[in-house]
């Protein structure tokens, strides 16, 4: 009589998370690919292995600084001045990339390399840019860009409190900023302020440590973005030369919108980075954790949430995909970046609070590295414009009509 056998079956290789689900990354030219597989293998061998343990001590890893200026991409989609250049797509993919893997580095260098050189380069003159750029693009100075204030936040543009007073070559500046990242260890900072002679908000580079009269305090008890060191700026009659004001463009408040559209629409591409990192942490825990003697990848209910994750990670992508051709074809207006960030922001707190319930208690340690990423979400949905300001001003675009008040 035969004996039956019964066939074991072997476990079969799991496939690996697929972040880029609709392989929107391949527009990408190969020395651009390259250049973010560089991006990559850096956030994951170096930032990966220590950035928890710095986001629960509030802290910054200096450590870190001297192999990442080594990547040579402060500055990228600059042409020129010593920076490196590269396409729109490129810059978010990066600013993807970083946010992947943690969303408070992709702020320190979007700070710096977004919204401090960008000020410099879409406002400075050319002496500025010349003297400025390539020192930033080195990393041997780190910008800060100090726009918001105590009392003002959203209303900045017509409520900004802070003062600019000139005196023959010398610019007197007086007032304080809250919220700036990189401000209590960095080098220079774009303060914005209110000139007091014709009401005009204008640009000027201060240098923090040889300014008298400029001090910083580090904000404490953050629950988001706690790598970022953020700070609140006091100026006391603070002396700049006219040589330090951002003279290249309009001297009005368009001069900081003109950066902030450009860095907004940065943000978007983080925020869905930051959805990534979420989801792929979430994804790999939901293969590996059993219940019931299952994985609980295996569950219907289990895997419903990772699909909305990953609907939500390719409806943003797509979106900020055609943002960047918009802005590469010089198109993209303060609406089209004011959407994408309102969007993405607004999926990514879904994105990651599904991550954080797909993995039951451990979702809320950060060990698992969704936390993290859970906290870090809140305060992008906010920072540069928070989210009904961005549908405020996609409201006035669709409907002819103002609701700012
Ligand atoms: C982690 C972090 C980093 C930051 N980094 C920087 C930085 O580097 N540089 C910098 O300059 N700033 C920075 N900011 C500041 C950020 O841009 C501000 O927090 C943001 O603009 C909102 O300002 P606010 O916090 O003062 O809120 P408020 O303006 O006081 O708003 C409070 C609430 O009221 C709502 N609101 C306000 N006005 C209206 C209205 N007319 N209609 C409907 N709703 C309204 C807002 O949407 C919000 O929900 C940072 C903030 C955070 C949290």
Known sequence: MATERKEIKQPKALPAPNVDFYEFAADLPAEEMAIIKKVREYMETKVQPIINKYWVEDSFPFELLPSFKELGIAGSGIDGYGCPGGSP??????????????????????????????????????????????????????????????????????????????????????????????????????????????????????????????????????????????????????????????????????????????TRHLSAWEITGTQMGAYENALKYAQERLQFGKPIGSFQLIQELLAKMLGNIVACQCMIARTVQLEAEGKLSDAHAALAKAFCTSKARETVSWARESMGGNGILVDYNVARHFADAEAIYSYEGTYQMQTLIVGKAITGFSAFV
């Not at 960095?186 to 914005?192: F, H, T, V």
Request: proline share 3%.
């Open 89 to 262: 797509l490129l810059v978010g993919l990066m600013a993807m990339e970083i946010a992947r893997t943690d969303t408070s580095f992709a702020t320190f260098f979007g700070v710096h390399s977004g919204l401090a050189m960008g000020s410099i380069y879409l406002n400075g003159t050319e002496e500025q840019k010349q003297k400025w750029l390539p020192l930033m693009a080195r990393m041997e100075k780190i910008g800060c860009f100090g726009l918001t204030e105590p009392l003002v936040g959203s209303g900045t543009a017509g409520g900004m409190t802070t003062t600019a007073k000139r005196e023959g070559d010398t610019w007197i500046l007086n007032g304080q900023k809250r919220w700036i990242g990189n401000a209590p260890w960095c080098d220079i900072s774009i303060i914005w302020a209110r000139d007091v002679a014709d009401n005009q908000v204008k640009g000027f580079i201060v240098e923090n440590k040889a300014t008298p009269g400029f001090s910083v305090e580090k904000m404490q008890n953050k629950i988001a973005l706690k790598v970022v060191q953020n700070g609140q700026i006091t100026m006391d009659n603070c002396r700049v030369p006219e040589a330090n004001r951002l003279s290249g463009a309009t001297g009005t408040f368009k001069d900081a919108a003109h950066v902030l559209r450009g």
